[in-house]
């Protein structure tokens, strides 16, 4: 009788989401800045844009992280 190892499944890394909404103004300029310093802010604290959705006169940016272990 052959004997079948099973592959080893890759490890199962936990995640964390973060939700963020920007209401949009009728300045683009302004919107820019905004969404630069939400990015920005985000991204020194580990997160990384995962999902976008843009609906009127709103922004929503699904953010994403490994969760802590331990």
């Known amino acids: 009788m052959t004997e079948y190892q099973m592959p080893l499944a890759p490890p199962v890394t936990a995640a964390e989401y973060q939700a963020v909404t920007l209401k949009l103004t009728r300045r683009p300029h302004d919107d820019d800045d905004a969404l630069t ?6 991204s020194r604290a580990g997160w990384a844009p995962s999902m976008m959705s843009q609906g009127e006169g709103r922004l929503t940016v699904i953010f994403r992280r490994t969760a802590p272990t331990g």
């Open 37 to 42: 310093d939400m990015l920005n802010e985000r």
